[in-house]
């Protein structure tokens, strides 16, 4: 599977951005997708994940209801909705995708994309 993350830029502060991901190949509805972030100087953190169907998902306490994670398997396509952006979401930020059921952690992801910067101003 191969992931290409587009649509970061720059933001103020309380703005909104909408990140997507497209995947190839026809495999992609086999996948639990997630987003990833990480700022200069830190690692690599979670941000959502959603299951293969996209019925269910999961978010980092500091976006919980701020981001909103959806996919789209006949586009082969996921997408990261953020709202009320801070500056501390200032990162660039990653797609995934894991064979293994929905999970947090990146090293269970066996499929990333390139990262796409998302810089927020205050």
């Known amino acids: 599977v191969q992931l290409q993350a587009s649509g970061g830029g720059l933001v103020q502060a309380g703005g909104s951005l909408r990140l997507s991901c497209a995947a190839s190949g026809r495999t992609f509805s086999t996948y639990a997708m997630g987003w990833f972030r990480q700022a200069p100087g830190k690692e690599r953190e979670f941000v959502a994940a959603a299951t293969r169907s996209g019925s269910n998902a999961r978010y980092a306490d500091s976006v919980k209801g701020r981001f909103t994670i959806s996919r789209d398997n006949a586009k082969n396509t996921v997408y990261l909705q953020m709202n009320s952006l801070k500056p501390e979401d200032t990162a660039v930020y990653f797609c995934?995708?894991?064979?293994?059921?929905?999970?947090?952690?990146?090293?269970?992801?066996?499929?990333w994309g390139q990262g796409t910067q998302v810089t927020v101003s205050s």
């Open positions: 995934a995708a894991a064979q293994s059921i929905i999970n947090v952690h990146p090293r269970e992801y066996d499929y």
